[in-house]
């Protein structure tokens, strides 16, 4: 089992639209959780951290369900500038400061 | 944007070849990372430093040679590579808290490797 599993997508919406990904993790010692957003051909970047009483960041709200270990990225009133790979992150203590990465979930926005 | 830069962008080499990436942090972090992506997988991790210290080898084959002069700077030394080392890769720095906690860390743009 790989130790963080995403849908891999594609997730095609039309712009408006409310799309929910979810992520599952393995390690239920694991800490911290992180979503980044990755655009084609660039870098990583950091989307929100995931906080047990989860959080939101204008349209984004991030959920975590640590007796499910899952955790859930939710996108309202989606744009066409959404569109781009969700990684869900984990990171756990027993591994030092390492993070792992899943292997994205694909979201694209159409008009 | 993020404070993490990497030169060069673009690089071409040849198998026989020796060329280095560099990557700096300007956040005041203490780790230092390297990752591997290639094309539609997701991100690897190479190499580990905190605090200078090179603290995880993924596996990595011997032909990369990381090198943290400082807690700023990170290089990784490239020689006799093969083809199926085309790739992205990116640096990340991040603060680790006490007892190793992970906070979030912050990537450079990449260095988009070919090698032919």
Known sequence: RKEVEQDPGPFNVPEGATVAFNCTYSNSASQSFFWYRQDCRKEPKLLMSVYSSGNEDGRFTAQLNRASQYISLLIRDSKLSDSATYLCVVSKIQYGNKLVFGAGTILRVKS | ?116
């Open chain 2, 1 to 116: 944007e993020t404070g993490v830069t990497q030169t060069p962008r673009h690089l071409v080499m040849g198998m026989t070849n020796k060329k280095s990436l560099k990557c700096e942090q300007h956040l005041g972090h203490n780790a230092m990372y390297w990752y591997k992506q290639s094309a539609k997988k997701p991100l690897e991790l190479m190499f580990v430093y905190n605090f200078k210290e090179q603290t995880e080898n993924n596996s990595v084959p011997s032909r990369f040679s990381p090198e943290c002069p400082n807690s700023s700077h990170l290089f990784l030394h490239l020689h006799t590579l093969q083809p199926e080392d085309s790739a992205l890769y990116l640096c990340a720095s991040s603060r680790v808290g006490e007892g190793g906690i992970s906070y979030e860390q912050y990537f450079g743009p990449g260095t988009r490797l070919t090698v032919t």
